[in-house]
């Protein structure tokens, strides 16, 4: 999410989302901090560069939020907008308002123009954004492929016309900086394809994000030429299939579709499902399979899993294990370590240099990636003769001023992380998330006592409860005494207020398992008085 400010008014490039990592224990999306923007009433626009969720999967919560005029984005990014915003009740938050490329667009004091980029989805642009101040070209997602699955390419005419004209500051995609050479045609995949799909026998799975629908277009068309039915297999694949259909972006001949039940009825040669899960998320399509806990689908021996996806960093882990499971299972799984069933939706060096040389920005400001990524992406600018004090390698929150003079960090906003958790937003912080990390570490132990202050008789032996702590009968025995003679020993002395008790019963417990185990779970103590 990137906010362009100027007297007048401002507008928000991309408004997207990121996936928890294991450190985020519960935790659904992450959505960037939008604590800058509340309360504002001089936002014109949203632009949106294309449809990955991590570029539009938090414009519903930013609506919540803020009021918005209008968003603008090309029109297959619109029909999956249009999608997501009715999932969320918000149809009528903002007008829609539908960018071509080649075209401009006014909106208050900004000038939008728009080129086509060649990414993993259709519909791709890069924004240049024009103001008093200077022209800035925003790159979005891209890479230079010369082959597109469309025949839409990075319209390179168009960037090097960009560059006669001037451009005063490049913020470019940054998230393959440190690759060397050029990204893989998309058309790679669909030769790899074409290779594989015709020698197998038994059924085949295609594993890819749900969004790729270059992908999804190369395995049906092959499906097709081999006498193969289609199943699509997960919701959002099948969303997006749709909607790309009824939009014209994807072309499936009249029966070639069939519903994931009918899969059966089919001989194991004569079908190809599509399917989510090329992550390994838990619920998703593929790792259901994996686990033999999908409803309509099963692996068997002698089918044909096609992991067509790179994986995030953070789930390899997850990725593998479903690979073994399919594996276990008696199917053959190919990957892109063994097969060119994927490439990379981002410019390599060699197309970052190429975008460099085609629009000679004067300033360079890397986005899209891992810091190290940004410094490489630095480096390159530097190496294509842009001055060291016009690149800025930014943080989350930096405030970077442009004018006639040039470029320069004038400030910082404050910035950071909202946890989305079921149907709460922004409701979990730091402390909760370190409480599920020691959960989840040393599991948790509640003492629960109860006394009568009224009565002269010793208080009842108090209940140990034990959660995820691994203490053998034995431990949790002695626990229980402990938690007994300190609680009597505290009303022998005078002690009877209920927290001091509860405070006591958690040292002197707590310390008795660190002494014993090593560990310290979570030590929740609970005084009835009766």
Same mark, same amino acid.
């Given at each position: 999410?990137?906010?362009?400010?100027?007297?007048?008014?401002?507008?928000?490039?991309?408004?997207?989302?990121?996936?928890?990592?294991?450190?985020?224990?519960?935790?659904?999306?992450?959505?960037?901090?939008?604590?800058?923007?509340?309360?504002?009433?001089?936002?014109?626009?949203?632009?949106?560069?294309?449809?990955?969720?991590? #570029?539009?999967?938090?414009?519903?919560?930013? !609506? /919540? $939020?803020? +009021?918005?005029? &209008?968003? %603008?984005? =090309?029109?297959?990014?619109?029909?999956?907008?249009?999608?997501?915003?009715?999932? #969320?009740?918000?149809?009528?938050?903002?007008? !829609? /308002? $539908?960018? +071509?490329?080649? &075209?401009? %667009?006014? =909106?208050?004091?900004?000038?939008?123009?728009?080129?086509?980029?060649?990414?993993?989805?259709?519909?791709?642009?890069?924004?240049?954004?024009?103001?008093?101040?200077?022209?800035?070209?925003?790159?979005?997602?891209?890479?230079?492929?010369?082959?597109?699955?469309?025949?839409?390419?990075?319209?390179?005419?168009?960037?090097?016309?960009?560059?006669?004209?001037?451009?005063?500051?490049?913020?470019?995609?940054?998230?393959?900086?440190?690759?060397?050479?050029?990204?893989?045609?998309?058309?790679?995949?669909?030769?790899?394809?074409?290779?594989?799909?015709?020698?197998?026998?038994?059924?085949?799975?295609?594993?890819?994000?749900?969004?790729?629908?270059?992908?999804?277009?190369?395995?049906?068309?092959?499906?097709?030429?081999?006498?193969?039915?289609?199943?699509?297999?997960?919701?959002?694949?099948?969303?997006?299939?749709?909607?790309?259909?009824?939009?014209?972006?994807?072309?499936?001949?009249?029966?070639?579709?069939?519903?994931?039940?009918?899969?059966?009825?089919?001989?194991?040669?004569?079908?190809?499902?599509?399917?989510?899960?090329?992550?390994?998320?838990?619920?998703?399509?593929?790792?259901?399979?994996?686990?033999?806990?999908?409803?309509?689908?099963?692996?068997?021996?002698?089918?044909?899993?096609?992991?067509?996806?790179?994986?995030?960093?953070?789930?390899?882990?997850?990725?593998?294990?479903?690979?073994?499971?399919?594996?276990?299972?008696?199917?053959?799984?190919?990957?892109?370590?063994?097969?060119?069933?994927?490439?990379?939706?981002?410019?390599?060096?060699?197309?970052?240099?190429?975008?460099?040389?085609?629009?000679?920005?004067?300033?360079?400001?890397?986005?899209?990636?891992?810091?190290?990524?940004?410094?490489?992406?630095?480096?390159?600018?530097?190496?294509?003769?842009?001055?060291?004090?016009?690149?800025?390698?930014?943080?989350?929150?930096?405030?970077?001023?442009?004018?006639?003079?040039?470029?320069?960090?004038?400030?910082?906003?404050?910035?950071?992380?909202?946890?989305?958790?079921?149907?709460?937003?922004?409701?979990?912080?730091?402390?909760?998330?370190?409480?599920?990390?020691?959960?989840?570490?040393?599991?948790?132990?509640?003492?629960?006592?109860?006394?009568?202050?009224?009565?002269?008789?010793?208080?009842?032996?108090?209940?140990?409860?034990?959660?995820?702590?691994?203490?053998?009968?034995?431990?949790?025995?002695?626990?229980?005494?402990?938690?007994?003679?300190?609680?009597?020993?505290?009303?022998?002395?005078?002690?009877?207020?209920?927290?001091?008790?509860?405070?006591?019963?958690?040292?002197?417990?707590?310390?008795?398992?660190?002494?014993?185990?090593?560990?310290?779970?979570?030590?929740?103590?609970?005084?009835?008085?009766?």
């Amino acid at each position: 999410m990137t906010v362009y400010e100027t007297e007048g008014g401002c507008i928000v490039i991309d408004a997207g989302i990121a996936f928890p990592r294991d450190e985020h224990l519960g935790v659904d999306l992450i959505l960037p901090d939008m604590t800058y923007l509340k309360g504002r009433d001089d936002i014109l626009a949203v632009v949106i560069t294309h449809g990955h969720e991590d #570029h539009v999967g938090g414009l519903p919560y930013l !609506l /919540r $939020e803020v +009021k918005v005029k &209008e968003i %603008i984005a =090309t029109r297959l990014t619109l029909g999956l907008l249009k999608s997501k915003l009715d999932e #969320h009740g918000l149809s009528r938050a903002s007008e !829609l /308002r $539908e960018a +071509k490329p080649g &075209e401009s %667009i006014k =909106t208050g004091p900004f000038t939008l123009d728009f080129i086509r980029v060649a990414h993993s989805i259709p519909d791709a642009v890069a924004i240049v954004v024009e103001t008093a101040a200077g022209r800035v070209l925003h790159t979005g997602d891209y890479k230079i492929d010369h082959t597109p699955v469309d025949g839409q390419g990075t319209d390179v005419g168009a960037l090097a016309t960009l560059g006669n004209k001037g451009v005063d500051l490049l913020l470019g995609d940054s998230t393959n900086a440190e690759r060397p050479g050029y990204t893989g045609s998309e058309k790679l995949v669909g030769e790899a394809f074409r290779q594989i799909i015709p020698t197998r026998e038994g059924r085949i799975l295609v594993a890819s994000f749900a969004s790729n629908l270059h992908r999804m277009q190369q395995a049906i068309d092959i499906a097709v030429e081999v006498g193969r039915k289609v199943a699509v297999v997960g919701r959002s694949m099948r969303k997006n299939l749709n909607i790309a259909t009824n939009l014209g972006y994807l072309e499936i001949p009249a029966g070639t579709i069939i519903k994931p039940a009918d899969i059966y009825l089919y001989e194991p040669d004569q079908v190809l499902i599509l399917c989510t899960g090329s992550q390994g998320e838990p619920m998703s399509a593929l790792t259901r399979i994996a686990y033999d806990d999908h409803s309509t689908v099963r692996v068997e021996r002698g089918d044909t899993v096609i992991i067509s996806a790179k994986p995030v960093p953070g789930n390899e882990l997850r990725v593998h294990d479903s690979i073994n499971r399919l594996a276990r299972a008696g199917a053959e799984v190919l990957h892109q370590d063994i097969a060119d069933v994927h490439v990379s939706g981002h410019a390599c060096r060699e197309e970052l240099r190429l975008m460099l040389a085609l629009t000679r920005p004067k300033a360079v400001m890397p986005i899209h990636g891992e810091f190290r990524m940004l410094e490489a992406h630095a480096g390159l600018a530097r190496d294509a003769g842009v001055r060291a004090d016009q690149i800025i390698v930014g943080d989350n929150g930096t405030v970077v001023e442009l004018s006639r003079s040039g470029v320069r960090v004038t400030g910082e906003i404050e910035t950071g992380m909202t946890f989305v958790d079921g149907l709460g937003v922004g409701d979990i912080g730091d402390v909760a998330l370190r409480d599920r990390r020691h959960l989840s570490e040393d599991g948790v132990l509640i003492i629960v006592a109860t006394l009568s202050l009224r009565s002269s008789e010793p208080p009842l032996a108090p209940e140990l409860i034990a959660r995820g702590f691994a203490g053998t009968d034995a431990l949790i025995e002695e626990l229980r005494e402990e938690a007994a003679r300190i609680l009597e020993e505290c009303l022998e002395d005078g002690v009877d207020e209920i927290k001091l008790l509860q405070e006591h019963l958690h040292d002197g417990v707590g310390q008795l398992v660190y002494d014993r185990t090593r560990r310290r779970p979570m030590i929740l103590p609970v005084v009835v008085e009766v």
